[in-house]
């Protein structure tokens, strides 16, 4: 296989949990011995870095100054694994080898690289440039909801296409596109995760009616659960109650990335 | 009479040890007390003083409830004693009784009692075992309790199918590890009942994908010019990433 895998974590709507599962997603790769990298290519509502315990006054060098030639990918790359602090979860990850490369906050630069569009090659390059010069095994990418130009991209670019999806009418008919899409594209692999099911629904069966519907493997149907909302994004989920439902199933999830060839 | 009384003592649980001797002179200087109907023989959260052994009638064990109305926790009636803590503790009463007709009990004070301890120096030393015994008893049904608990909390209801509860039907003040170990039972199979119904309940999955709209959608993404090159692009990364394995 070619060394590090990108993979492209997707949602049709907003708040379906992406930023959530690519960090703890990560972090489960991380501490299974894999060299990670996480990037935030949602720059129209950057969000990631939080789960990592990055604020405005540590960011340094962003993805924005990549796209705009203004900084080198070794310059951007912010070692998670040095930087943990004492929160609960993300210190677990202080013996790993994980780095985030964030986009910027500043609304300026947002709307400079909204105004400009992102150029697919120059992308591209960055995310190659991001794994070969950090030897990563995995690179995964958060991104904005629903299918603009730059949402297509990170599709084009990416090795594993995890699609998240609320299991309700409204969520299939928007992944239906997606997967339509990413078969267009010839994503290698397709993995569907189902996040906040309600517990009035059989996981099981869930899990079955999706993958009928949808042809593609369904990795974790994983509940709504209050003490992920409560934990609102201040840290890493999986790592923090490893034992609670939404962990093992995000494990589960985890497993079936590591276990593509 | 005392005779009557005597064996009836002797079911009470903290003198089932006790001496014969010892309880003859436990009736004798019981006082005989009659309870009109309605009336309250022991009021809750009073502090108690006695033992009753209930002679004649039915008594009526109340509570009340944070609404304030009247709770009925229990009935007894006639060979059962209420309120043999106080002898011991001297704590407050924890329920009401009243006779639900008129009644006869006797009346055992703590002063009497305290007597009795002097004149027989054993009885003491028999009560302290008879309490121990019960209390290994007690451990032994909460270990099970607590073990069965756990498999609850994990949703494996097995051991409700493989152990027996002792089903109690004694007056006996042991039963009452046994009247728990019964409700204990008694709530898990029902859990275990609601769990299944409830599962069996799960809401029918209504899922579907409107094929046209999809289609429609998929066609208005794919046909534009950013798309073609996108794909282009894409084709040739593809390509470029397979030949470098
Ligand atoms: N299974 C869950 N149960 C309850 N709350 C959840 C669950 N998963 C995620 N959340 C919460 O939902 C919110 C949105 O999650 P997250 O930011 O990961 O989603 P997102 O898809 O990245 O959102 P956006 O589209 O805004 O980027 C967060 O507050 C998170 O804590
Ligand atoms: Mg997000």
């Given at each position: 296989m070619n060394k590090g895998k990108i993979i492209s974590v997707r949602s049709f709507r907003g708040g379906t949990g992406k930023s959530n599962t690519a960090a703890n997603l990560a972090a489960q790769g991380a501490l299974a011995g894999k060299r990670v990298g996480v990037v935030d290519t949602d720059i129209q509502s950057p969000g990631f870095h939080v789960l990592f315990g990055l604020n405005e006054k540590k960011m340094g060098k962003t993805m924005n100054d990549f796209l705009h030639d203004k900084a080198t990918i070794r310059e951007i790359g912010f070692p998670i694994h040095e930087n943990v602090g004492n929160v609960a979860g993300l210190s677990k990850l202080k013996n790993a080898r994980i780095w985030l490369f964030p986009s910027s906050i500043s609304g300026r630069?947002?709307?400079q690289i909204l105004r400009e569009g992102i150029d697919f090659n120059?992308?591209?390059?960055g995310l190659q440039t991001t794994i070969a010069e950090f030897d990563l095994d995995y690179l995964f990418i958060d991104t904005h909801p629903g299918l603009n130009e730059e949402t297509l991209l990170s599709i084009a670019t990416s090795d594993v296409l995890v699609i998240i999806l609320r299991p309700d009418n409204q969520d299939l008919q928007g992944t239906s596109v997606t997967?339509?899409?990413?078969r267009s594209l010839d994503v290698p692999s397709l993995l569907l995760m189902v996040n906040k099911a309600l517990p009035k629904y059989d996981p099981v069966a869930v899990k079955k009616e999706i993958e009928t519907l949808f042809n593609a493997p369904v990795a974790g149907v994983l509940p709504l659960s209050f003490d992920m909302a409560d934990n609102a994004s201040s840290d890493l989920f999986s790592l923090r109650f490893p034992e609670h439902e939404w962990s093992k199933g995000l494990r589960g999830v985890a497993q079936a990335i590591l276990a593509l060839e | 009479m005392i005779?009557?009384?005597?064996?009836?003592?002797?079911?009470i649980a903290i003198f089932s040890g006790l001496s014969n001797d010892a309880l003859a002179d436990l009736a004798e200087k019981a006082s005989a007390r009659k309870i009109a109907k309605g009336e309250a023989l022991i009021q809750k959260g009073e502090i108690g003083n006695s033992l009753f052994l209930i002679y004649k009638g039915w008594f009526k064990i109340v509570t009340v409830d944070s609404k304030g109305d009247e709770?009925?926790?229990?009935?007894?009636?006639?060979?059962e004693a209420i309120g043999e803590m106080a002898l011991l503790d001297q704590g407050p009463r924890s329920a009401t009784v009243i006779a639900l007709e008129d009644a006869d009990a006797l009346e055992l004070?703590?002063?009497v009692f305290k007597d009795i301890?002097?004149?027989h120096p054993d009885v003491s030393l028999e009560i302290i075992r008879g309490y121990s015994n019960r209390l290994r008893f007690a451990?032994?049904?909460?270990?099970r309790a607590i073990d069965w608990s756990q498999k609850i909390a994990e949703g494996d209801y097995s051991f409700i199918d493989q152990s027996q509860p002792l089903l109690n039907t004694a007056d006996n003040d042991d039963d009452k590890a046994a009247q728990f170990l019964s409700a204990f039972f008694t709530m898990v199979r029902k859990v275990r009942e609601r769990e299944d119904g409830l599962k069996k309940q799960l809401e029918k999955l209504a899922f579907e994908i409107d094929q046209t709209r999809r289609k429609k959608d998929f066609e208005e993404i794919t046909g534009t010019e950013f798309y073609a090159n996108l794909k282009e692009q894409a084709k040739t990364l593809r390509q470029k990433r397979t030949q470098n394995e």
């Open positions: 630069d947002i709307s120059k992308l591209n390059e997967v339509d899409i990413a | 005779n009557d009384i005597t064996s009836q003592l002797k079911k709770l009925i926790l229990n009935k007894c009636g006639p060979g004070t703590r002063d301890l002097d004149q451990i032994t049904y909460i270990e």
